[in-house]
């Protein structure tokens, strides 16, 4: 089995030699590949964009967890306002997106 993950024409992606070139992961350390050829040994390549991935994965989890305590810290002040508007129009578009609702009578 071979897998080849590469960062070609995704916006902001470095296109240096580095990025270009082909590694396969053999015991603990990654040598160059060689070819396409089959092989009985499973190899996997992966891009700088799985990194990239993992960075914007990481950020993202970050700010969803920093907003997650500041939503408790102002819950437990008692001070969270529910905006009804905002609140009723998402729950009606949510409604209208999901489709019919069908019966099971």
Do not use: K
């Amino acid at each position: 089995m071979r897998i080849r993950l590469q960062n070609d024409g995704v916006a902001g992606a470095s296109t240096s030699a580095a990025s270009q070139t082909n590694l396969t992961q053999s015991g603990s350390s990654a040598t160059p590949a060689s070819g396409l050829g089959s092989s009985a040994a499973d190899q996997v390549e992966i891009s700088s964009l799985s990194e990239n991935v993992a960075n914007a994965s990481s950020a993202l989890e970050t700010q969803q967890a920093d907003r997650v305590s500041h939503l408790a810290a102002v819950y437990a002040q008692g001070q969270y306002q529910v905006d009804s508007v905002q609140l009723s129009h998402a729950l009606v578009s949510h409604a209208l997106a999901s489709g019919p609702v069908e019966n099971d009578d």
